[in-house]
Every structure is written in C-alpha cells, then in structure tokens.
T-cell receptor, first 115, second 108 residues
Framework: SAVISQKPSRDICQRGTSLTIQCQVD?????MFWYRQQPGQSLTLIAT?????????ESGFVIDKFPISRPNLTFSTLTVSNMSPEDSSIYLC????????????FGSGTQLSVL | SQQGEEDPQALSIQEGENATMNCSYK?????LQWYRQNSGRGLVHLIL?????REKHSGRLRVTLDTSKKSSSLLITASRAADTASYFC????????FGTGTRLQVFP
C-alpha cells in the first residue's frame, strides 16, 4: 500500500486568493488523482496527473481554475485559483495500488473553507 | 456520468448490531469497491469484488454483488463504535466513480 502525505490539512482562505495543496507519495507512481468532495457530497474526480505531461481534466474542471503540477513520480500539487465560497470543499489526492492497481489509496485530505 | 446510489443515506444502530448498506449502479462494471471515510478525511479501501464474484468476506465485512440487478450490499457484523464513518461504493467502467455514501453511526 502507498502512504500519502497531504498538506495543508485545512485552511481558511479569503475570496479571490489561491491555495496550493501538496501531495507526497512514499513510492513512485505513474498517475495521481485529485478529487473534490463538496459538503455532504460524494467524491468528484477533478483531474489525473501524469509525470511529464499535462494533467487530464474531467468535464466541468479547467486548468486555469485548478492548475496541477507533477514534477516527478512521487509529488504533485493542486492549486485552487481565484477562490470563491463555492470552492469550499475537501480536496483529496490519491494513487492506484494493490496487486492489479485497481484500488485507490488516499491522502488525508485538505479541508478548505473560503470566506 | 454513472454514479452509484447508496441506500440508506444515513443509518444509526447500537453496538453489536449488524449494519447493511446497499449500492445500485447503472452500467456494466469490472469490479465494485467499498471505501470508508472517517470524519471527512481520506478514504480507506475496504474490499473489492469482481464482476464474476457473488460474495466476498473480509473480517466482519461481507459484500455481495448482483450484476443482473446492478446492485451490491455491504454488511458489517457485530458493529463497534469505531465503525462510525461514511461508506462509499465505487465502480469502474473506466475510472473509479464514487456513490453518494451512507453515513453510519454506531452508538455504544
């Protein structure tokens, strides 16, 4: 199993500012996934980050709003840009694992509140 | 996009009782997984059942899968207060898509 360190664990931000969330994995992985969980809701995939190429964004998410970096095989960042109260959510990074890579291992999440 | 619908949305039981959660999905799958989330933190993988399996056990967990009805159930036997969490099913026609979740509260 992979161990994922995610930070910050929580933050309170002002409208219009940006926050960068970091995710560090204890082993090299090809893909890292970023999810958003709005209050009381399920997880929605934002994008998939591959090392050495641009992230692949899901419908409804754009690079200008959620720029992602993937400088190496163990690290990724997600930035939430020009924040509004609607961005208040838990943001989670994850990687595939298990014998056939079918399971997801998650970081502890970043609880973001935008005022 | 496909999303699992879970039932019930919330469940409250006493310690020692069994808890059953159900998940329904819409299209064909390769496997179905269950995850637990404590207090809005990261999810933890519990169990995976493949489309050609009907039942699987792991400790106090029992998962069933009925592909003809496109449904799955998660049974937690002899529940404990520490089982209090949200439980999500996830299916993978392509990439994992998570269900709406069941919030389980186990009272001591």
């Amino acid at each position: 199993s992979a161990v994922i360190s995610q930070k910050p664990s929580r933050d309170i931000c002002q409208r219009g500012t940006s926050l960068t969330i970091q995710c560090q994995v204890d082993s090299q992985v090809t893909m890292m996934f970023w999810y958003r969980q709005q209050p009381g809701q399920s997880l929605t995939l934002i994008a998939t980050a591959n090392q050495g190429s641009e992230a692949t964004y899901e419908s409804g998410f754009v690079i200008d709003k959620f720029p992602i970096s993937r400088p190496n095989l163990t690290f990724s960042t997600l930035t939430v840009s020009n924040m509004s109260p609607e961005d208040s959510s838990i943001y989670l990074c994850s990687v595939e694992g298990g014998l056939e890579g079918e399971k997801l291992f998650f970081g502890s999440g970043t609880q973001l509140s935008v005022l | 996009s496909q999303q699992g619908e879970e039932d019930p949305q919330a469940l409250s039981i006493q310690e020692g009782e069994n808890a059953t959660m159900n998940c329904s999905y819409k299209t064909s799958i390769n496997n179905l997984q269950w995850y637990r989330q404590n207090s809005g933190r990261g999810l933890v993988h519990l169990i995976l059942i493949r489309s050609n399996e009907r039942e699987k056990h792991s400790g106090r967990l029992r998962v069933t899968l009925d592909t003809s009805k496109k449904s799955s159930s998660l049974l937690i036997t002899a529940s404990r207060a520490a089982d209090t969490a949200s439980y999500f099913c996830a299916t993978d026609p392509d990439k994992l898509i998570f269900g709406t979740g069941t919030r389980l509260q186990v009272f001591p």
